[in-house]
């Protein structure tokens, strides 16, 4: 009897898919796909990257029809994540700058603070809350940094999701502005959510509210999101009676019809 030599390139072509459809998918594209022209081929197949997204929990089944890109898909899915940072107060003012400041300036407050209420998200225990004069603060996200490369955001225009949560004083009137921009490479304003400012009356609910848009078919050339909220109170009351904001997210997923 000869001893046959074999390699992993004789194995069949779906165990082949199975073995390599383990491996990260930077690994996939940056390395094995290298390898030959057979694992280039197997790499490129649409049954790898839907099994990938099925072993991650991507894949639903009545998605087949609306997704034409698999790889895409896993891609946008594998990186979904808040780019917002420190949403929630947790890091005091870590990460935000603050554009405006006045009044008593901004303050951060656990939840449900003076005359107010809890949150529908056990999760979230804080929030900034604004002052007689005008608070805005603002983060400024590079796409390219949290792995969202140029060619993916000009080609696939992936929806970009906005959310953010306010909330008032029982005791005391505010106001409630948000602002978030799409900016190309130049800081060009591509696209604009800036809907009109929420003015809430004194002796109201307290409860806690959601603002949400989704970016969809913006111009190519897209780099930089821009995200800004705040506020303050419409009576004037020294102290921290303005507009109370938290749990603010922005995420970028796959468009599927």
């Known amino acids: 009897c000869r001893s046959v030599m074999t390699t992993i390139c004789d194995l069949p072509e779906d165990v082949l898919v199975e073995l390599l459809s383990l491996l990260p998918a930077q690994e996939l594209i ?8 057979q694992w280039r081929y197997v790499v490129d197949l649409t049954t790898l990257w839907k099994r990938k997204c099925q072993r991650e929990g991507f894949y639903v089944q009545n998605l087949d029809r609306s997704i034409s890109d698999w790889k895409i898909f896993y891609m946008l899915c594998n990186l979904k994540r808040n780019l917002i940072k420190n949403p929630c107060a947790e890091e005091n003012f870590q990460h935000w700058k603050l554009d405006n400041n006045d009044g008593d300036k901004w303050k951060i407050e656990a939840l449900p603070g003076p005359h107010g209420k809890g949150m529908p998200d056990p999760e979230v225990h804080k929030y900034f809350v604004t002052s007689y004069g005008p608070c805005f603060k603002s983060q400024l996200i590079t796409l390219q940094k949290e792995g969202y490369w140029n060619q993916l955001m000009d080609e ?19 106001r409630y502005e948000l602002t978030v ?28 509210r959601e603002i949400s848009h989704t970016f969809q078919n913006y111009p190519a050339g897209v780099r930089y999101i821009w995200f800004q909220h705040g506020g303050q109170d419409t009576q004037f009351w020294a102290g921290w009676y303005g507009i109370r904001v938290t749990n603010s997210s922005i995420t970028i997923g796959p468009l599927t019809l």
Do not use: H
């Open 30 to 37: 940056r390395t094995c796909r290298l390898v030959c022209t």
């Open 156 to 174: 696939k225009r992936p929806e970009i999701v906005v959310k953010d949560w306010y909330a008032a004083r029982f005791d005391c009137g505010c």
């Open 181 to 208: 921009r799409l900016l190309s490479e130049d800081y060009i304003v591509l696209e604009e959510f800036c809907p009109e400012p929420v003015v809430i009356e004194q002796w109201n609910d307290a409860m806690w």
